[in-house]
C-alpha cells in the first residue's frame, strides 16, 4: 500500500510539473499595456495569435535568414530602385522608430510573444512631404504602401524553402532570446515545424489569388479573402481588388452604406468581421474589443492637408463643390452614403460582380455560427458607395480600385487620365492631390500600376470634368481642406 | 572421465568468477563513464571571464563584455595567428595592425580573455576601439590614454588579415593546433581533438562567413586606421543585401569617438553618435557592444554594467595637455572660443553648458561630409528596435533618424585628430582653415603629438620601415587621371552623399565666418593655444 502510495504521489508531482511547465510554455501571459489609445489601436491585439499567431523570435528572424527572399517578394512588379533590404521594413508596413514591429503588428506573450495583426497594419498611412524628409504615419489612413501579398509571398516562399529548418533558425534566435534546454526543444519540435506548416496552409488557402491581377501596394481583395478562406466557396475567377479605405470620422456614418460596395451597414459589423478576417474569434472579450475600436475609429480625425491652403481660393472652390460634388460627398448630402448604381458611376465592375447576396448569407452564417452578433454583411448594393471626404488629400490614388492616381486626373475625362502610373511611393504630390505617380523617383520606387488589367479600370466618375480650368483649380483647393 | 568433470568443474568456478568480476567490471565502467561526463560537462559549460574588478582603467582595457562567448578564439590560437600567416600583416605582431600592448601583459589593449566552452578565448573589448597611445617625440615611450580614440588600430586590415589566413591552406585543423602549440599553449589530448575536429573548422568556416557578412567593407573607401563603418556589422547582424542598398548609403566610416565624461553627456541628453541618432547612454553601450560580438543573449551584464558605470564617474577624464601652454595666447583664444564655438561645443573641456551642445546641426549649415549620415537610414532605426527584444528594460528605443551632425564637447581634444566625424582634417588649426586650404592628402597613424597645429603629426610618410596610412579627400595628382574617376573632387554640394572613389572622405564643411574660418592666422592661432587646456 504505501508503495502505491509512494508512485501516486510521484506520477501526481511529475504531471504537475510538466503541466507547469505546458502552462509557462504555451499559456501564461497574455495581458498587454499601451500608453494611449492611439498605441492600442496601433499595437494592441485582436486576439488573432490564437489562431493565426507566428512566435515572434521566429517572425523577427526570417528576414534574416531569407533576405534574397524579402529581395525578390518586396520588389515584384515595382520599379528598379525600390529597396529590398530592411526587413519588414521593405514590404512598406509604417515602422515608427523606436518599436519592435510595425504599425499593425501586435506581439502578445502566450507561453511564448505571438505576432498578429490588427486593423492598423491596412489602416496606417505613411507618407512624406519632400523625397528625403522623414516619413510621418497617419493612423486610421489608408496603408497605400503596404505590399500585403508580397509579405504573404515571402512568408510562403520561405515555408517552402530548405533553410527553415530548427538548424538553421535556432541559432539566429539564439543570439537574441535566451533559450533554455526546453525552450530549444520546444522551437526544434513544435513551434519552428508547426510554423512552417502553418504557412503552408495558409498558402494553400490563399492559393486562388495566383490567378488573378497582382493586390499591388495599399490594396488586397477585400471580399474573396472571406469567400475562399472563411466560407470555404469554391473557387471562381473573379477579381475583387480594392484599395484599403481611411477608417476617419466614421462615427458620422450612421445609417449609411459602408464597405465600397455597401457590404455593410453599421460600423460595428463592419469591425467584427474585419477582426474576424485577422483570425480574431467570436471568444472572451471580442464584444467588447469591438466595440472599443469602433468608438476608437468612430472618432479618429485625419491630419491636416501639411501645406498652405489659398483660403480665398478654397472659398470659392467650396461653391463649386457645393453645386457639383455636395449631393453625394458633402456631409448630409441627398445620396451621401449610398450606393450609385453602377450603370450610374461607370467605374470598375469587378469588385461589385465578386461579391453577392448568396455570398453575404454564407458568410452571416458561419460567423454566426461562430457566436458573432450583430456582424451580418450584404451582398454588394450594385453599385459603389459615394462617401463623404475625410482627409481626402492622403487618400490617393483614387477610386474604389485605386486607379486614377491624385485628384486632378479624376477630374479629368476618363481617357485623358493615365493608363500607366506608379503606385506605393509615399511622396505627396501636394499640387495635383495624391501622391507622385510619375518621374524618376515614383517609376523607381513605386509599383506599375496598369489600369488595363481586370479590376484596374480607370473609367466612370466622370463628373467635374467639364468644368473650366479655374472652377477645377478652385475646388482642388477646397478639396486638399476636406 | 575424472580429468574431464574436474576441468568442468574448475572451468565453471572460473566462469563463475568471471561473471562477479564482470558485474564489477561494469558497473566500476559505468561510474567511470558518468564521472567523464559530469567532469566535460562542467567544464564545458564553465564560463569564467578573466576579470579586473579591483582596477576599472584595466578592466575596460582587458575585461570582458560577453562578445568571447560568440566570437572568442582559443588563446593559443590567437598568439599563433601572427606567426602562422605572417605574409598576411603589414608588419611583424599583431602591433603592426595598431594592437597595443602593455608591460607586464600578454595580450593588447582592447582585448578579453574568457574560459568558455573550454578553452581560454580571446576576443575585442571597449578599448580596442576607444583607447590610445600618444608621443611627445619619435623618441618617446608612447603613453596608453583609456577613453582616448584608437587612431592606430585598423580594423579593415585586420578583417582582411583573419580572411586571408583563414582562406590560406595552412589553417588546417594540425597546422593550427602545432602553431598554437609552438607559440606556448599546453593542450590535453583532449582539446587537442576537441581544437582539430570541431574548433578549427568552426572557427574557419565562421571567419568566412563573417568575411561575407562584412563585404559592406567593399563599397567603401579604405577605412584606414582609427576609422571603421560602425553601423554596418549592425546591418551584418541583420543580414541586408548589401547589393541592394544605394551607393548613395553605402559609405559610413567614422573616426572612433573619445569616450571621455560620459554622466555630464547622459546628464544633458546629448544625442549621442556623430549623427546624434541616439540620446540613451546605455543604449549607445548596448549598440557599441555589438561589434564586440556582445550580442543580446551573449553580453556579460555585470561587466558591462561595470564600465558603463566607470565611464559615468568622475574618474574617467582625458589627460591634461603635457606640454607647455602660451597662457597670453591661449587667453586671447578663450575670447574668439566664447564668441565662435562655445554655444555649439560649451564653454570649456569640462563645462559642456552651450545652447547647442550635444544638437543636431543640420546638414545644410554643417555642410561636413553627408555620407556617414545618408548611410544611417530610417529602414535601419525601424530595424533596430527588434534588438534587445527578449529584454524589454534594454530593448533599442531610442534610435532616431536625423538631420545632420551632432555638436560633440571638445574635452581631452589634443587626443582626438584627426578632427571631423570621418576623420578628414588632420589638425585643430586646419580645421580653423578653409575647407579650400585644408590638406587634400595627409598621413593617419601617427601617435606624435604635433603640439604646433594640435593634433597628431600628419606630414611624415612612415617610421621604421613601417608606413602610415595616406588618407586622399579626394583624387590627388594627375588632373587627366582624376579626370577619368567618378566625382575625382568628392564634392557633395546638394549635402547628399554622391558616389564614388574617395566618397566619406571630404574635409569639407564647418567652414565660413561664422565658424572662425575667416579670422586672421594670429586669432586661429590663440584658439588652438586656448584648446590646449580642454
Not at chain 1, 495581458?31 to 499567431?53: H, I, P, V
Not at chain 1, 457639383?324 to 461589385?352: F, K, S
Not at chain 2, 580594423?155 to 602549440?181: H, I, R, S, Y
Request: with cysteine; charged share 20%.
Amino acid at each position: 500500500m504505501q508503495r502505491i502510495a509512494v508512485v501516486l504521489i510521484a506520477v501526481a508531482v511529475l504531471a504537475l510539473a510538466a503541466g507547469g511547465i505546458v502552462w509557462s510554455k504555451y499559456f501564461a501571459g497574455g495581458t498587454q499595456t499601451f500608453a494611449s489609445d492611439r498605441d492600442r489601436f496601433t499595437y494592441g491585439s485582436l486576439n488573432g495569435e490564437l489562431l493565426a499567431g507566428i512566435p515572434y523570435p521566429i517572425f523577427m528572424i526570417l528576414p534574416r535568414v531569407f533576405p534574397d527572399l524579402v529581395a525578390q517578394y518586396a520588389t515584384e512588379g515595382y520599379g528598379p530602385a525600390k529597396v529590398g533590404f530592411g526587413g519588414y521594413g521593405a514590404f512598406g508596413l509604417a515602422w515608427e522608430e523606436g518599436q519592435r514591429l510595425p504599425a499593425g503588428l501586435s506581439i502578445k506573450r502566450l507561453g511564448y510573444e505571438r505576432v498578429s495583426l490588427n486593423c492598423a497594419v491596412c489602416h496606417t498611412a505613411s507618407y512624406r512631404l519632400t523625397p528625403d524628409g522623414p516619413p510621418h504615419f497617419a493612423v486610421g489612413g489608408p496603408a497605400h504602401t503596404l505590399n500585403l501579398q508580397g509579405l504573404l509571398r515571402f512568408l510562403f516562399a520561405a515555408a517552402h524553402d530548405r533553410r527553415f529548418t530548427a538548424a538553421r533558425l535556432l541559432p539566429e534566435i539564439a543570439v537574441h532570446f535566451p533559450l533554455d534546454a526546453i525552450d530549444q526543444a520546444n522551437y526544434a519540435l513544435v513551434l519552428i515545424p508547426a510554423t512552417r506548416n502553418a504557412l503552408k496552409l495558409a498558402e494553400h488557402e490563399l492559393g486562388w489569388m495566383n490567378g488573378k491581377p497582382a493586390w499591388g501596394p495599399g490594396r488586397d481583395d477585400a471580399f474573396n479573402l472571406p469567400k475562399f478562406i472563411l466560407t470555404q466557396t469554391p473557387w471562381d475567377d473573379s477579381v475583387g481588388n480594392t484599395d484599403f479605405p481611411a477608417i476617419w470620422r466614421l462615427g458620422n456614418r450612421q445609417g449609411q452604406l459602408l464597405h465600397s460596395a455597401g457590404e455593410a451597414k453599421n460600423l460595428y459589423a463592419v469591425v467584427a468581421t474585419s477582426a474576424i478576417g485577422i483570425g480574431s474569434l467570436p471568444h472572451a472579450g471580442f464584444s467588447r474589443r469591438n466595440e472599443w475600436l469602433t468608438s476608437f475609429i468612430g472618432k479618429l480625425e485625419p491630419p491636416p492637408f501639411p501645406k498652405a491652403i489659398d483660403a480665398a481660393l478654397s472659398e470659392r472652390g467650396k461653391a463649386v463643390f457645393g453645386e457639383r460634388c455636395g449631393m453625394c460627398h458633402a456631409e448630409g448630402g441627398a445620396r451621401t452614403g449610398r450606393a450609385i448604381p453602377l450603370a450610374e458611376i461607370g467605374t470598375d465592375p469587378e469588385h461589385v460582380r465578386a461579391w453577392r447576396q448568396h455570398d453575404a448569407d454564407r458568410m452571416n452564417a458561419v460567423t454566426a455560427a461562430l457566436g458573432a452578433s450583430h456582424a451580418e454583411v450584404e451582398g454588394a448594393q450594385g453599385g459603389y458607395v459615394a462617401r463623404p471626404l475625410v482627409g481626402l488629400w492622403l487618400l490617393g490614388p483614387y477610386l474604389h480600385n485605386g486607379s486614377v492616381p491624385t485628384l486632378s486626373d479624376l477630374l479629368s475625362p476618363a481617357t485623358q487620365r493615365p493608363a500607366v502610373f506608379y503606385r506605393g511611393y509615399d511622396v505627396v504630390d501636394a499640387d495635383h492631390v495624391g501622391f507622385v505617380s510619375t518621374g524618376v523617383a515614383a517609376e523607381a520606387n513605386g509599383f506599375r500600376f496598369d489600369t488595363a488589367q481586370r479590376g484596374n479600370a480607370n473609367t466612370g466618375h466622370d463628373y467635374g470634368t467639364d468644368l473650366g480650368d479655374a472652377d477645377k483649380h478652385a475646388l482642388l483647393e477646397y478639396l486638399k481642406s476636406l | 572421465m575424472m580429468a574431464a568433470r574436474r576441468l568442468r568443474h574448475r572451468l565453471c568456478a572460473g566462469l563463475r568468477y568471471c561473471w562477479r568480476m564482470r558485474r564489477r567490471f561494469v558497473t566500476l565502467a559505468l561510474l567511470l563513464i558518468v564521472l567523464a561526463v559530469a567532469y566535460l560537462y562542467a567544464d564545458y559549460s564553465r564560463d569564467e571571464p578573466e576579470t579586473f574588478f579591483d582596477d576599472p582603467v584595466r578592466q575596460f582595457k582587458y575585461g570582458s563584455t560577453g562578445g568571447d562567448r560568440l566570437a572568442g578564439i582559443p588563446e593559443g590560437i590567437f598568439k599563433a595567428l601572427p606567426q602562422l600567416c605572417p605574409e598576411y600583416l603589414p608588419g611583424k605582431g599583431w602591433e603592426s595592425l595598431g594592437f597595443i600592448f602593455e608591460d607586464g601583459m600578454d595580450r593588447p589593449v582592447g582585448t578579453s580573455k574568457r574560459y568558455s566552452l573550454g578553452f581560454e578565448r580571446i576576443s575585442l573589448n571597449c578599448a580596442a576601439c576607444h583607447a590610445g597611445t600618444y608621443r611627445a617625440t619619435p623618441q618617446s615611450r608612447p603613453v596608453v590614454v583609456a577613453g582616448m580614440p584608437a587612431h592606430r588600430i585598423d580594423l579593415g586590415k585586420l578583417e582582411q588579415f583573419l580572411t586571408q589566413c583563414a582562406l590560406d591552406e595552412k589553417f588546417n585543423p594540425w597546422q593550427v593546433v602545432q602553431a598554437a602549440e609552438r607559440a606556448g599553449a599546453h593542450y590535453s589530448l583532449r582539446q587537442r581533438l576537441l581544437l582539430e575536429y570541431v574548433a578549427v573548422p568552426a572557427i574557419k568556416e565562421a571567419l568566412i562567413l563573417a568575411r561575407f557578412r562584412f563585404r559592406f567593407l567593399d563599397r567603401e573607401v579604405t577605412s584606414g586606421p582609427g576609422r571603421f563603418d560602425t553601423f554596418g556589422p549592425e546591418k551584418a547582424l541583420l543580414n541586408w543585401p548589401f547589393e541592394l542598398v544605394p551607393a548613395s548609403q553605402s559609405v559610413g566610416i567614422v573616426d572612433f569617438p573619445s569616450l571621455w565624461l560620459q554622466e555630464p553627456r547622459a546628464a544633458k541628453d546629448m544625442h549621442l553618435h556623430w549623427d546624434g541618432n541616439n540620446d540613451s547612454v546605455d543604449e549607445r553601450n548596448r549598440s557599441a557592444g555589438f561589434g564586440t560580438g556582445a550580442v543580446p543573449a551573449f553580453v556579460d551584464r555585470p561587466a558591462m554594467t561595470f564600465t558603463a558605470n566607470w565611464l559615468r564617474s568622475d574618474a574617467n577624464q582625458p589627460p591634461k595637455y603635457p606640454f607647455p601652454i602660451d597662457n597670453v595666447a591661449a587667453e586671447h583664444g578663450k575670447a574668439l572660443y566664447v564668441e565662435y564655438c562655445a554655444a555649439c561645443h560649451g564653454a570649456s573641456g569640462r563645462d559642456f553648458s552651450g545652447a547647442r551642445v550635444g544638437q543636431v546641426e543640420p546638414i545644410t549649415s554643417i555642410r561636413t561630409d553627408p555620407c556617414r549620415l545618408d548611410n544611417y537610414t530610417h529602414a535601419l532605426t525601424a530595424e533596430q528596435g527588434n534588438l534587445y527584444a527578449a529584454y524589454p528594460d534594454e530593448r533599442f528605443s531610442h534610435f532616431r533618424k536625423t538631420d545632420g551632425y551632432a555638436n560633440l564637447p571638445l574635452d581631452g581634444i589634443w587626443l582626438r585628430g584627426p578632427y571631423l566625424h570621418n576623420g578628414s582634417v588632420p589638425t585643430v588649426r586646419d580645421l580653423l582653415d578653409r575647407a579650400d586650404d585644408r590638406p587634400k592628402a595627409f598621413y593617419r597613424g601617427n601617435d606624435v603629438i604635433d603640439q604646433k597645429r594640435l593634433g597628431f603629426v600628419s606630414t611624415v610618410a612612415g617610421e621604421a620601415g613601417a608606413k602610415f596610412f595616406r588618407y586622399e579627400t579626394q583624387c590627388v595628382g594627375d588632373a587627366a587621371v582624376c579626370a577619368q574617376e567618378a566625382n575625382p573632387e568628392n564634392r557633395h554640394d546638394a549635402n547628399v552623399c554622391v558616389p564614388g572613389k574617395w566618397a566619406g572622405n571630404s574635409n569639407r564643411g564647418h567652414d565660413g565666418a561664422a565658424y572662425g574660418t575667416n579670422l586672421p592666422p594670429e586669432d586661429k592661432d590663440a584658439i588652438v593655444e586656448f584648446l590646449k587646456t580642454f
